[in-house]
Every structure is written in C-alpha cells, then in structure tokens.
C-alpha cells in the first residue's frame, strides 16, 4: 500500500476543511441550526424525506400500502433537501433528534406520533395496516432478523464503501480493500439466501425486501457508486432475479420516485400528496 499515513494527534478537533462531497453538512454537534418549520399536508401520515436508498424504503412501503387498496395510507411526502442542511431546522430535528431522513409523523391517533428510523418506520406501518410483516411465529422473527441485518449492514455498503470509494476526496487503499472485501462478503449472503427463497425472509414479500432492495438492489443494478465493475456485482446471480422481480412492482416502481430531485425530469417527484403526481411518471 502507498497512501500516506496519519499519526492522530492525541485530541482530536474539527477540521472544518476536511473536504470529500457532504463534508459541508457534517458537524460534530448534534441539534437544530436554524428555526424551520415543518410543512403539513391533509393527511395522516407526514413523511419528511428525500429519494436516497434510505428514504425510498419509507415510500415503497406506502405505495405497497396504496396498491393493495389501503386507501388509509394516504401520505404527504415532502422534501428534506440535506445538501442544504434541511435536516437541521428545528422542525426536522423535532420529528428526528438524530437530523437523518427518512422521519414520519403519524397523526392517526389524533395526536402526533414521531416515528424515526427507516426500520421503525417500516415496522410501524406493517403492524398498523397488518402488512407485510407476518404477525407470530418463526416467519415474523425471520422477517426482523433481514430488517435488522439490513440496519447492521447498509453502513458499511454506504458510509464505508460508497464514502471511500466514491466521495472521499482522494482515494486510498486500504479502506476502499476493506469495505470492498466486507460489501461483496454481504452480496454473497443475500445471494446464497436468495438461491433458496423467493423472497428475502422466505416465500412471503416483507419489510425485509423493502429495506435491502434499494442498497443492494440498485448495487446488483450497478447503479450506486459506479462500482458495478469494480464489485464485479453481475456474480450474484439470485440477487440479481430478485432485483429485477421487485423492480417490476408498481409499488416500487412509484416508491422510488418520491422525493427524487436528480436525474431525468420523467423520473423526479420533488413532493407526493395523492396518487395523481405520478400521472405521466410510471
Ligand atoms: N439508519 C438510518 C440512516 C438514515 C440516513 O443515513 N439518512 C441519510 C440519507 S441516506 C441522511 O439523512 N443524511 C443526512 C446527514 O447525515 O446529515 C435509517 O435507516 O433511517
């Protein structure tokens, strides 16, 4: 290995130049930057996100919702630009005291409920609509064991892989070895359990695909870092039927537009308030 060394000082500071992209947007403090208000549309579900990997599971579950016809999944989606440090007004950090999209207010209960975390968001709204989590049971424990692997595993596909390899302002060695050795290590698991299974938690569709699908999904698709090659992702075979079988959902389909503000002009949707924005989308 080539790359320079550092030597910690024995008290680390803020180095506020430390450059890489989201550089401007991290802070070792946590808490509101400014005061900023949270919008509220007409329904009983407020989502306050933006269409990362992350955010998308939140809005694939209720469009999943919608499409079985649970016409009380109603949503508002509304944007939480966090290049722009939206995730600091203080109405963001009232929903999410940790400033992450996706975060949600239920306020079907009459009172608002914060629900934070895009895995308590998705066993929230399984167990309020009894969908897509089974209710006892080994299938049930195997259901959150797959969310959970995902919550456990998606930080090192994401702020270990995908931060080294793609946003780091310059490129080393060996954490690009590291996190590339420990991603395709967890492709291999997806892949060795999808051989076997229809679904990721078995022969029943679930929050579990919900949250691995836009990580390792659009990985198996190549579309996240530019790593496809690099990761050699067109191996894993049983992961890729399975991408591609969810893809093809219509709830997915719309899930992933929902607070999308890049790419083509087709496939962006800024804010969701009824199944009429995606007119002309999917
Ligand atoms: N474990 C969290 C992770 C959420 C997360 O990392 N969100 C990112 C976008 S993908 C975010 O809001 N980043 C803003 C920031 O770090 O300031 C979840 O699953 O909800």
Redesign the pocket.
Known sequence: MSNDTYTPPKIWTWDKASGGKFAN??RPISGSTHEQELPKGEHKFQLYS?A????VKATIMFEELLELGISEAEYDAWLIN?SEGD?FGSGFVSANPN????ALFDYTSGTAVRV????SILMHLAEKFGQFLPTSGPPRTETINWLMWQ?GSAPFLGGGFGHFYAYAPEKYEYPINRYAMEVKRQLDVLDKQLANNEFIAGDHYSIADMAIWPWYGLMAQSKLYEAGEFLQVQEYTHLKRWTDQLAARPGVKRGKLVNKIWGDDEFQLKERHSAKDFEGKV
């Open positions: 947007i991290n933006l990362t990997p992350n955010g966090i995730q400033s992450k999209i996706p934070f975390e895009s895995g919550m």
